[in-house]
């Protein structure tokens, strides 16, 4: 099922970060977030400091990563990438901390992961611009306060809820990145295929657009697989034949889905009777973790209208039933 999954391997994280945009200008669409930022990077430009410290929210691969890439290059500074289980200590947190320069950028993803003594810290260093290095053990140990130039701080989580208020608060700015529209990500699409040195029928555009899921990383995942088919498979031209061939070996429906909001749905209609039926059971019925259901399938099935979420807990609407082709149980699910 590693196909279309959040975490993709060493390859495709290469063959995707060949494809990101290098500025603010070549970012297509959220262009409510885009103006935003815009704003705040030019005014800090002005002022010769360091903006407010920035948080994207957002389903995943909607380009939280490549905005932070973008900020540091706006500000001529460097980019430390981390994530919030990656810092396990205060100490790991220290330690990069002290290693940043003015105008530095440090991008934590998954930010709503960081154990709690990190988020202490944290919260320190950006509002004061301090970090106590603890130096020993036991009774013996001193905290030495350190001065930190200033940085910035890009955080990313799959849902700004998911962070506690008083980290939430110290963020000056917050961008909530949206699905994008079939139209923006042709766009995404003619450009990747430009890069990959490829040319992309209009028509096949259209057709990976509209099974995209809203989601650049897909569309630009989804282009290399038709790619890999035109030239394996096909004449070499990414035309509709390939688009559609690729597209059923890989297993992605003509709305999107991939197998993984299938299983969901399925899971949904035919062992739950449509719902409610809570985010925990409804992961273990499809063996992934609840968190994967709720940031990577769930935002895209409910906006899809598949499926919507009670207080109760998950429910299979009418045209959950009739994309799957099963019949609505009489008692009404919904
Ligand atoms: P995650 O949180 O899962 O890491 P993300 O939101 O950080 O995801 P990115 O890694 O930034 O997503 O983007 C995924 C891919 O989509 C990249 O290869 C990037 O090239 C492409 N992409 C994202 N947004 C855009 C955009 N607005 N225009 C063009 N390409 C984009």
């Known amino acids: ?181 079939p139209a923006e990500l042709e766009q995404v699409l003619s450009r990747s295929a430009r890069l990959l040195g490829a040319e992309l029928e209009p028509a096949a555009g259209a057709e990976l657009a509209g099974r995209s899921r809203g989601t650049p990383r897909i569309a630009n995942r989804l282009l290399r697989r038709v790619q890999d088919w035109a030239q394996v498979r096909g004449t070499g031209s990414l035309d509709l034949a390939a688009t559609h061939a690729a597209l059923s070996l890989f297993e992605v429906d003509e709305r999107g889905l991939d197998r993984l909001d299938r299983s969901v749905l399925r899971a949904l209609c035919e062992r739950f009777g449509g719902g409610p039926v809570g985010l925990s059971t409804l992961a273990v019925a499809v063996g992934e973790e609840p968190e994967t259901v709720e940031t990577v399938a769930e935002p895209f099935l409910v906006r899809e209208g598949l499926v919507s979420r009670t207080p109760r807990g998950r429910v299979a609407t009418a045209a959950a039933y009739e994309h799957l082709g099963l019949a609505r149980p009489d008692d009404g699910a919904l």
Not at 11 to 24: I, K, M, V
Request: aromatic share 6%; no cysteine.
């Open 1 to 181: 099922a590693a196909f279309l999954d959040a975490e993709a391997d060493e390859l495709e994280r290469a063959a995707e970060a060949a494809l990101r945009p290098r500025r603010l200008a070549d970012f297509v669409g959220q262009s409510v977030v885009r103006d935003q930022l815009a704003l705040v990077l030019d005014a800090a430009k002005a002022r010769g400091s360091a903006p407010d410290h920035v948080l994207l929210s957002g389903p995943p691969g909607l380009g939280k990563t490549t905005l932070a890439m973008i900020i540091a290059a706006e500000l001529e500074g460097a980019l430390r990438l981390t994530s919030g289980p990656a810092v396990q200590h205060p100490g790991d947190l220290a330690a990069i901390l002290s290693s940043l320069q003015e105008h530095d950028v440090l991008f934590i993803d998954e930010i709503h992961r960081l154990a709690r003594p990190v988020e202490e810290m944290l919260y320190l260093a950006m509002e004061d611009f301090r970090v106590d290095v603890v130096v020993g053990k036991g009774p013996g140990a001193t905290a030495i306060p350190l001065t930190l130039p200033r940085f910035t701080v890009v955080g990313a989580t799959t849902r700004a809820g998911l962070l506690p208020a008083p980290l939430r608060d110290r963020f000056g700015f917050t961008g909530h990145l949206e699905f994008y529209s």
